[in-house]
């Protein structure tokens, strides 16, 4: 296949992958287009909601003004009127987080099942591990843009407050909420995790292994493994990186390369930081600052992928963690 070269089939964190994977254009075959179809249905919404969220300014200002002057209904009214229709997006985005949760372990089955290596896996399904890289890069960019703005969390704290108000109240009637309680309840779990959508895509990996006793995990924690170096990899190589036709593929392949680390940490029961791990966390740590200080005008977002390796993982600072590993990330 012309878009891949072979991979060093090695594991271990000393072995280098050495492949190149289309992210910008890989096609898929007829082997994969079912499952390839089903997803691509689904990502088709996601740049249209990352830029929505960029945008998202919340009702601030109402409420604040509502909650200052409990006795001005109109005020209330205000408020109310301001934070609806942002509940209603925060709605749309939590049900877009259930369905990545249906779609992203056939996904997982798609491009980890089989017997042949982890290499042959990817070089066969390569538009099925573009479109987990593109899940985890809509994951990653989610999430930041929701640590980075407590409209988010304030508007829906104000939304639930006053729905249970209203409840109480003899004039209940005369507002209609526009999330009944029972999805509200889902969606306040949803946003009181500071990274929901990963969290989301964690427990479907996790819940994906545990229903499927039959499916080897390190086919699963593998290709995780491999993702993450294959990220590295291209980063790294100067004659891969000048293939590369998007200025942005760069960020994506580090966003991406986060991406998998932090399920790899989330779905491995030893972690990503671990000796054994397949993971080379120094490295990739190490690709990150590098292009850091390459002058990149995406210095900031590596900032906050280096942050979500650091707050978002569960096992840097295990006691199995290397010392070396965990003073990276002081540096």
Not at 85 to 113: A, D, H, M, W
Not at 121 to 140: G, I, S
Not at 183 to 202: D, E, G, W
Request: a negative charge.
């Amino acid at each position: 296949m012309g878009n891949l070269l072979r991979i060093l089939s090695d594991k271990g964190p000393s072995a280098r992958a050495d492949l190149y994977l289309d992210f910008e254009e890989a096609q898929p075959t007829d082997a994969e287009r079912e499952i390839y179809d089903k997803v691509a249905r689904v990502l088709e919404r996601a740049t249209a909601i990352i830029e929505e969220l960029k945008s998202y300014e919340g009702a601030g200002n109402a409420i604040r003004q509502a909650i200052s002057n409990p006795s001005s209904e109109d005020l209330q009214q205000d408020a109310w009127q301001s934070v609806c229709p942002l509940v209603l997006k925060l709605k749309v985005y939590y049900e877009y987080s259930t369905e990545l949760e249906q779609i992203f372990p056939e996904l997982l089955r798609g491009l980890c099942s089989g017997d042949e290596p982890t290499v042959h896996r990817l070089e066969a399904n390569q538009a099925l591990a573009k479109q987990v890289a593109e899940v985890l890069h809509f994951v990653l960019s989610f999430d930041d843009l929701k640590m980075t703005n407590p409209a988010i969390q304030n508007d829906f704290s104000y939304y639930r407050r006053t729905q249970s108000r209203m409840k109480m109240s003899a004039d209940s009637e005369e507002q209609t909420e526009v999330v009944n309680s029972e999805v509200a309840n889902r969606m306040s779990l949803f946003y009181a995790c500071p990274t929901p959508m990963m969290k989301t895509i964690s427990d479907a990996t996790t819940k994906f292994i545990e229903e499927n006793r039959d499916f080897p995990l390190e086919n699963t924690t593998d290709c995780l493994g491999t993702l993450a170096d294959l990220c590295r990899c291209m980063i790294e190589t100067p004659s891969y990186r000048e293939r590369f036709k998007n200025n942005e593929t760069v960020l994506f392949c580090l966003r991406v390369m986060v991406g998998v680390i932090i399920l790899y940490d989330h779905t491995h029961p030893m972690g990503a930081f671990a000796k054994k791990s397949t993971v080379d966390v120094r490295a990739s740590v190490k690709a990150l600052k590098d292009v850091q200080t390459e002058g990149s005008p995406n210095a900031t977002a590596i900032t906050s992928l280096l942050n979500a390796l650091r707050y978002t993982t569960k096992h840097l600072n295990d006691e199995t963690t290397p010392k070396q590993t965990k003073q990276m990330f002081e540096d």
